[in-house]
């Protein structure tokens, strides 16, 4: 930037050059010029902060669609679970434990099936009250009384079976 003194300097040799007729219409000529390139620079300004507003609003259009797609996903997979066959497990229609009731296809042995013991869910009205409240009683009396408690509720299913 130019200091005061310079500005005198520049003043006194404008005026010497143009005479002091010329310098009121190079000073309006000035004054049009300035305001013209604040109008353009406030106009580019505020083209260039629409532009990004337009910007700014399609990517947040872009983030909801995308939201709203995996919302819809997310749905999508949480589907209410069905009762299957495991794969490869027949399925036995014909036999009388079955027609029990309470039996599950776990729960019916297998001919052939020596993989060792298997574990069935057990549906609740098969299980008495007394054996669910007597389970955490047995637990806490030792060793001896963990041991017996898998072998009463064993005693017990196969009561309710029968």
């Given at each position: 930037?130019?200091?005061?003194?310079?500005?005198?300097?520049?003043?006194?040799?404008?005026?010497?050059?143009?005479?002091?007729?010329?310098?009121?219409?190079?000073?309006?000529?000035?004054?049009?010029?300035?305001?013209?390139?604040?109008?353009?620079?406030?106009d580019f300004k505020s083209a260039f902060e629409e532009e990004m507003r337009d910007l700014e609003r399609q990517a947040r259009e872009v983030e909801?669609?995308?939201?709203?797609?995996?919302?819809?996903?997310?749905?999508?997979?949480?589907?209410?679970?069905?009762?299957?066959?495991?794969?490869?497990?027949?399925?036995?229609?014909?036999?009388?434990?079955?027609?029990?009731?309470?039996?599950?296809?776990?729960?019916?042995?297998e001919s052939g099936a020596s993989e060792g013991p298997v574990v069935a869910p057990v549906a609740e009205g098969n299980v008495s009250r007394e054996?669910?409240?007597?389970?955490?009683?047995?637990?806490?009396?030792?060793?001896?009384?963990?041991?017996?408690?898998?072998?009463?509720?064993?005693?017990?299913?196969?009561?309710?079976?029968?």
């Amino acid at each position: 930037m130019l200091s005061i003194p310079h500005m005198i300097v520049v003043f006194v040799i404008v005026l010497v050059v143009f005479g002091p007729h010329k310098l009121p219409e190079l000073a309006r000529g000035l004054g049009k010029l300035m305001a013209e390139f604040r109008k353009a620079s406030t106009d580019f300004k505020s083209a260039f902060e629409e532009e990004m507003r337009d910007l700014e609003r399609q990517a947040r259009e872009v983030e909801r669609r995308k939201a709203e797609a995996a919302s819809a996903a997310a749905a999508a997979q949480t589907q209410p679970a069905t009762l299957a066959t495991p794969s490869g497990a027949e399925t036995q229609a014909g036999t009388p434990e079955l027609a029990a009731g309470g039996a599950t296809e776990a729960s019916v042995p297998e001919s052939g099936a020596s993989e060792g013991p298997v574990v069935a869910p057990v549906a609740e009205g098969n299980v008495s009250r007394e054996t669910e409240t007597s389970a955490p009683n047995a637990q806490g009396g030792g060793e001896g009384s963990e041991a017996a408690a898998p072998q009463e509720l064993q005693a017990k299913l196969q009561k309710a079976d029968n």
